[in-house]
């Protein structure tokens, strides 16, 4: 099945008790076994409910994985997957990726023995010559929050296969319906749903999904035992979200594409990072790894930090907020919102500055939307 068809239908067949169509909340604690020893096919909701059940279905499907799992939030997904490495391990990790995970990795893997280093991954000889003996894990993220820079991942793969070691990709800004890092080789997939997947600014919520059962066993196992996983009315709320993830995600490419081209000519923004854009370094890479492009993008204002207040304080339509990926547009300022718990020497060396703004575009008209852009740089 196509796969706007599998998001509506993938796991969520009709109820077998009373023929729902929606797959109901059980919004239960816990099941009653079918005899002393024997427990049904579901016994305590931390361990497997079935509406969360349906979601992960749903997710192994769309990302054409395997075996998926739905987590509380996109960092307890960050958290659960990283529980694969141990005291000793390596980890390379790209450079520019989202100040949660740097801040998870600086925090609290380093505390517990985990090494790593912050390797710039589209240059694949660097990444080759980062490997160590110990070297487990190779971290990506594409396109990158903030910066919006494209990663090779079947380079990156190869290398890692080549190597003995596990991929991680964050796809969040892409979601499954524009880039399938599987497919291109990718061990694990890990998903902030709290965006594009639920798309109503509503629910937070993480995902991993992968292929191989071993993996999925051990990511079974650290979920239940860690107690990380999604809460039944939560996971209704995205699967009733991801119905619609096809069509949402077109028209936040539409609106996206429409405003970074408007931008890219405005004589007070100084420059527009948006992989869909000809100009955009991996332009190429991108018509050839993605379907499309979501609809969230950055740009520098020309004049700095002051110049960018001045846009963010007088946006109407656009709402100063953190997160993305919502029906509504947001916009915000990553130095001090999404990356402040980045250390600012690190946030300057990758190109995070203090005239950078990162929008959501919403699915709004995109009339609208240009206007209140327009009208908030006439105050730059």
Same mark, same amino acid.
């Given at each position: 099945?196509?796969?706007?068809?599998?998001?509506?239908?993938?796991?969520?067949?009709?109820?077998?008790?009373?023929?729902?169509?929606?797959?109901?909340?059980?919004?239960?604690?816990?099941?009653?076994?079918?005899?002393?020893?024997?427990?049904?096919t579901f016994d305590y909701s931390r361990s497997g409910n079935p509406t969360r059940q349906a979601l992960e279905e749903c997710l192994a499907s769309l990302e054409g994985g395997t075996h998926g799992f739905a987590f509380a939030t996109g960092m307890a997904a960050v958290a659960t997957?990283?529980?694969?490495?141990?005291?000793?391990?390596?980890?390379?990790?790209?450079?520019?990726?989202?100040?949660?995970?740097?801040?998870?990795?600086? *925090?609290? *893997?380093?505390?517990?023995?985990?090494?790593?280093?912050?390797?710039?991954?589209?240059?694949?000889?660097?990444?080759?010559?980062?490997?160590?003996?110990?070297?487990?894990?190779?971290?990506? #993220?594409?396109?990158?929050?903030?910066?919006?820079?494209?990663?090779?991942?079947?380079?990156? *793969?190869?290398?890692?296969?080549?190597?003995?070691?596990?991929?991680?990709?964050d796809n969040t800004f892409s979601s499954p319906y524009f880039q399938k890092p599987l497919d291109l080789g990718i061990d694990i997939v890990m998903h902030s749903m709290t965006k594009y997947i639920n798309g109503h600014s509503d629910v937070v919520a993480g995902a991993l999904i992968v292929r191989n059962a071993e993996i999925a066993e051990q990511l079974k196992f650290y979920q239940n035992a860690m107690g990380t996983c999604l809460g039944p009315f939560d996971s209704f709320l995205v699967l009733r979200g991801i119905k619609t993830l096809g069509l949402r995600m077109e028209e936040h490419q539409r609106n996206a594409l429409a405003l970074a081209a408007w931008l890219e000519d405005h004589p007070k923004i100084e420059r527009v990072l948006h992989p869909g854009l000809p100009g955009h370094p991996q332009h190429a890479l991108?018509?050839?790894?993605?379907?499309?492009?979501?609809?969230?993008?950055?740009?520098?204002?020309?004049?700095?930090?002051?110049?960018?207040?001045?846009?963010?304080?007088?946006?109407?339509?656009?709402?100063?907020?953190?997160?993305?990926?919502?029906?509504?547009?947001?916009?915000?300022?990553?130095?001090?919102? *999404?990356?402040?718990?980045?250390? #600012?020497?690190?946030?300057?060396?990758?190109?995070?500055?203090?005239?950078?703004?990162?929008?959501?575009?919403?699915?709004?008209?995109?009339?609208?939307l240009i206007a209140d852009l327009q009208q908030a740089l006439a105050h730059v």
């Open positions: 099945m196509h796969f706007k068809t599998r998001a509506i239908h993938a796991g969520q067949a009709p109820d077998p008790h009373y023929g729902a169509v929606m797959t109901p909340i059980y919004q239960t604690s816990t099941f009653a076994f079918q005899d002393v020893n024997h427990p049904g997957v990283l529980e694969l490495f141990k005291q000793g391990d390596h980890l390379i990790v790209h450079d520019d990726i989202y100040g949660g995970t740097y801040r998870y990795l600086v *925090s609290i *893997s380093q505390a517990h023995g985990v090494t790593f280093d912050f390797i710039n991954l589209r240059d694949i000889p660097a990444l080759r010559a980062a490997i160590k003996s110990n070297t487990r894990g190779i971290w990506t #993220e594409t396109p990158t929050n903030p910066l919006m820079n494209l990663l090779d991942l079947e380079a990156i *793969s190869a290398v890692a296969k080549e190597k003995g070691c596990l991929t991680i990709c991108s018509q050839r790894q993605m379907s499309g492009h979501g609809g969230t993008f950055s740009f520098r204002v020309r004049g700095g930090e002051e110049e960018a207040f001045r846009l963010l304080r007088s946006v109407r339509v656009f709402t100063l907020a953190p997160s993305l990926g919502g029906v509504e547009s947001l916009i915000g300022y990553p130095w001090t919102m *999404s990356h402040d718990s980045m250390d #600012e020497a690190v946030r300057i060396a990758v190109g995070i500055t203090r005239n950078l703004i990162r929008v959501s575009v919403g699915l709004e008209h995109i009339d609208d």
